[in-house]
């Protein structure tokens, strides 16, 4: 029950005492009559959560990101044909980089798997390999974040494109005074944008789950 039926609910029996005639009736009327019609009007005032409204939020770009793009935090199996000692496992730094045989400092931040194959591809080409053939698989992506009215906040690894409804129930589901309507979502960029349970979430986004106040 809202605050508002809860209210109506404890002046309703205002309404019920018997009346009597007389200028002191009428009075009492109409000032019950005013005051159910202020709280009325001062509850529909109240914010029903501490979302945000005033922020400044962007549109979703959803074409670019559904696309996934490597970043720090990620692992990649790379793969050269015919050239075992230049295939391996490989975990991106800080800065997005990896450390392969021959080449040294792979800037793969942005790039989708295929532009960094080409990227490998070009490198090795210059001054080692004629026409090498470069295969690179996503092994783990970088988690995303989940903040604010959750059971278990923190940072988690989930599905490149995940809802948001499976991503709180990653993070053990809400607390009871979760605001369950919408969130606000921050993308890897800092683009921050309003989330409802069925908008995709991406690699490195954090998720933030306001509180409700009644």
Same mark, same amino acid.
């Given at each position: 029950m809202s605050h508002t039926q809860t209210a109506?609910?404890?002046?309703?029996p205002l309404s019920r005492i018997p009346s009597k005639t007389g200028p002191d009736s009428v009075r009492f009327t109409k000032l019950a009559t005013l005051g159910i019609l202020i709280l009325i009007t001062s509850l529909a005032a109240c914010k029903s959560s501490n979302f945000p409204e005033q922020e400044s939020f962007q549109e979703p770009l959803f074409n670019k990101d559904t696309v996934y793009r490597l970043g720090p935090g990620d692992s990649i199996r790379v793969m050269v044909y015919d050239h075992d000692d230049l295939s391996g496992s490989y975990n991106?730094?800080?800065?997005?980089?990896?450390?392969?045989?021959l080449i040294l400092g792979v800037n793969t931040r942005g790039l989708t798997l295929p532009e960094l194959e080409q990227? &490998? +591809?070009? $490198?090795?080409?210059?001054n080692y390999i004629a026409n090498p053939k470069v295969s690179v698989d996503l092994i783990?992506?970088?988690?995303f974040c989940i903040l604010g009215e959750i059971r278990n906040p923190g940072c988690f690894s989930g599905i490149h494109g995940m809802r948001t409804a499976?991503? &709180? +129930?990653? $993070?053990?589901?809400y607390t009871y005074r979760a605001f369950k309507e919408k969130f606000v979502v921050t993308r890897e960029d800092g683009r921050k944008i309003v989330a409802n349970s069925d908008t995709p979430i991406f690699a490195g986004d954090?998720?933030?789950v306001y509180e409700r106040y009644y």
């Open positions: 109506m609910k404890k002046l309703m991106l730094d800080d800065t997005g980089r990896i450390s392969m045989p990227r &490998i +591809a070009t $490198a090795l080409a210059e783990s992506s970088r988690p499976q991503a &709180i +129930a990653l $993070a053990g589901g954090t998720i933030e």
